[in-house]
């Protein structure tokens, strides 16, 4: 069964500058994406990022990029410049795309990540 | 475009009690899927629907049930309510069917559920 582990639960930083949050995960699958999710204090759950696992490029989006190290299970999400608008809980996801048992296409999600961020 | 609608957003039950929450997806995504968020446990997937099917089904007891109409909406009903079942029940909408790639996932705000 795949697992996803956040081991930071939370995290605080200043406007402008960069933070780094965690994210490692389990998995005998090869073909699977991986996903960043921001969950603001309104709870809607907004995608930041996604990583096909195939690519060894990172994937980047404005401000937001991630660290993807394949043989090391690691997928960690950079947020630099940050915004007062960036606080919220960040979730990190794996979803198998390989429709095996239950887990099918479902999002595995981790614990998350409180971010603060403060001027 | 309108979002992924989810009704009613807060509600209260007594135990026993039975619930039913709605789903309304993102016009022309056909795939919904259903996540409970908790403190405890975080975010689980409850169960997926394609045209009206049932595609996945997460690790809850048979008193989690839904199902999705010819217009893509979905329900998902909840029976003899326990305290634990209290929890932000959350619907994401997808265009795509399941096992054809990548599923983006948009997500609904979520229904407040409170079990006393």
């Known amino acids: 069964a795949q697992t996803v582990t956040q081991s930071q639960p939370e995290m605080s930083v200043q406007e402008a500058e960069t933070v780094t949050l965690s994210c490692t995960y389990d998995?005998?699958?090869?073909?699977?994406?991986l996903f960043w999710y921001k969950q603001p204090p309104s709870r809607q759950m907004i995608l930041v990022i996604r990583?096909?696992?195939?690519?060894?490029q990172n994937a980047t989006e404005n401000r937001f990029s991630v660290n993807f190290q394949k043989a090391a299970k690691s997928f960690s999400l950079k947020i630099s410049d940050s915004q007062l608008g960036d606080t919220a809980m960040y979730f990190c996801?794996?979803?198998?795309?390989?429709?095996?048992?239950?887990?099918?296409?479902?999002?595995?999600f981790g614990k998350g990540t409180t971010l603060s961020v403060s001027s | 475009k309108a979002g992924v609608t989810q009704t009613p957003r807060y509600l209260i039950k007594t135990r026993g009690q039975q619930v039913t929450l709605s789903c309304s997806p993102i016009?022309?995504?056909?795939?919904v899927s259903w996540y409970q968020q908790t403190p405890g446990q975080g975010l689980q997937f409850l169960f997926e629907?394609?045209?009206?099917?049932?595609?996945n089904k997460g690790n809850f007891p048979g008193r989690f049930s839904g199902r999705q109409f010819s217009n893509s909406r979905s329900e998902m009903n909840v029976s003899t309510l326990e305290l634990g079942d209290s929890a932000l029940y959350l619907c994401?909408?997808?265009?795509?069917?399941?096992?054809?790639?990548?599923?983006?996932?948009?997500f609904g705000a979520g229904s407040r559920l409170t079990v006393l």
């Open positions: 994401a909408s997808s265009p795509r069917a399941p096992d054809s790639g990548a599923n983006v996932l948009t």
């Open positions: 998995t005998s699958e090869s073909n699977y994406y």
């Open positions: 990583q096909e696992a195939y690519k060894q």
């Open positions: 996801a794996f979803m198998n795309l390989q429709a095996t048992g239950q887990a099918g296409t479902a999002l595995i």
């Open positions: 016009s022309g995504h056909r795939s």
């Open positions: 629907y394609f045209s009206e099917t049932q595609r």
